[in-house]
């Protein structure tokens, strides 16, 4: 008979939910902020959250059974009223869910106007544990712009521009600021890994930034996966994958002076227009005006602040940036910092209509 460790358990259950089509947003995100805490953290919240929801199912089970008793309905059919026409009328604590589970949102309409679809989206899926009310708001919008930018890379691709980068190469440092599902981060690892001797630590040569949280635990299944299979117990991965990449904003929390030798990824492209209000604000306190037009402008700009003076700069993006009128102050400024070559800029476009 074979024996699944806890940690392989866990690690495949999780995923289950992850990928479930029937599993509710709140749940899925529930599941992304334990697996951002620390063990001992997140046993605590999770017991918990076991705690409050046995209560709140003992609540609903004594109203139905009134309810029942008084012979008004039937205990099942009474259930499913106390949850339709009283639950989300109740006032409740922020540290509650605000109502009953939410269904999946849909992936939100590509419009002009996001302020509306985000505060639904909010409302739809309630508030999660310990959550406020304008955390929530945050998350939906963070929801919002990864359905419209999560287009992810293919390793072969990956591969071609980490040896055009010339990667690994020494110490140096390579970051990926929009990691996404971790694809670049693996690669990455592997190359380094497989330049290495056997036990070698890669901490502090490779990170990552998401600012999706489950995209964020995708990556870093992915990085632990592959010190896994170079010797690293599931434990040890696990953490070290958690330290590798951030669960957050490259652009409104990541460095604005140079960090890294090598910055490699396949940023977002979306007209600012598109973007989620919310955030759109927040990016204009944090971007240059010239920088503001396109995520994508955002993030050239910011990662030629963060590549060191010998640094190199891979990139998978759209090439509108290149030729359009309005990147040209864009490409001005970039053009004071860095220059277009094999040796200190690596552009890696694809052809856009």
């Known amino acids: 008979m074979s024996f699944e460790s806890p940690t392989l358990k866990f690690d495949r259950r999780k995923a289950e939910v992850l990928r479930a089509f029937d599993a509710s947003a709140w749940l899925k995100g529930a599941v992304a902020q334990l697996c951002a805490k620390d063990v001992e953290d997140a046993v605590k919240d999770a017991e918990l959250l076991l705690d409050l929801m046995k209560l709140r199912s003992d609540e609903v089970f004594s109203h139905a059974s009134r309810i029942a008793a008084a012979g008004l309905k039937s205990e099942k059919s009474a259930r499913h009223w106390w949850f339709d026409a009283v639950a989300p009328r109740r006032p409740v604590a922020p540290l509650f869910l605000a109502g009953p589970p939410a269904p999946l949102r849909p992936k939100p309409t590509m419009t002009a106007n996001s302020t509306a679809n985000t505060a639904n989206a909010a409302n739809s899926q ?3 544990m310990f959550e406020s009310e304008d955390e929530a708001a945050r998350r939906a919008a963070i929801d919002d712009l990864h359905a419209r930018t999560a287009l992810y890379t293919a390793s072969p691709v990956v591969d071609d521009l980490l040896v055009r980068l010339g990667w690994p190469s020494g110490t140096a440092r ?14 990455a690892l592997s190359a380094l890994l497989a330049a290495r001797p056997a036990g070698f630590d890669p901490r502090g040569q ?4 998401e600012i999706h949280p489950i995209a964020c635990i995708e990556a ?10 170079h010797g690293w117990s599931h434990a040890r991965a696990a953490t070290l994958a958690t330290h590798m990449v951030h669960n957050r904003d490259f652009l409104t929390e990541g460095p604005t002076t140079p960090q890294w030798d090598i ?4 940023p977002p492209y979306l007209r600012a ?3 989620p209000d919310l ?3 927040e990016y204009s306190r944090h971007v240059p005006d010239y920088a503001q037009g396109d995520l994508l402008h955002s993030f050239l700009e910011r990662c030629s602040r963060t590549v060191l003076p010998a640094g190199r700069i891979g990139l998978v993006t759209s090439d509108r ?9 864009l490409r001005e400024n970039l053009g004071q910092r860095l220059s277009l070559g094999p040796r200190r800029l690596v552009l890696t476009t694809t052809h856009q209509d």
């Open 220 to 229: 870093r299944s992915r990085v632990a996966g592959i010190l896994v299979s």
């Open 279 to 281: 955030l759109r604000t």
């Open 206 to 209: 490779i990170e990552g930034w």
């Open 126 to 128: 309630g508030l999660l």
């Open 263 to 266: 910055v490699a990824g396949n």
């Open 273 to 275: 227009a598109n973007v």
């Open 321 to 329: 940036w290149l030729f359009n009128q309005g990147a040209s102050r």
């Open 174 to 187: 390579l970051v990926d600021p929009s990691c996404g599902d971790g694809m670049f981060l693996a690669r």
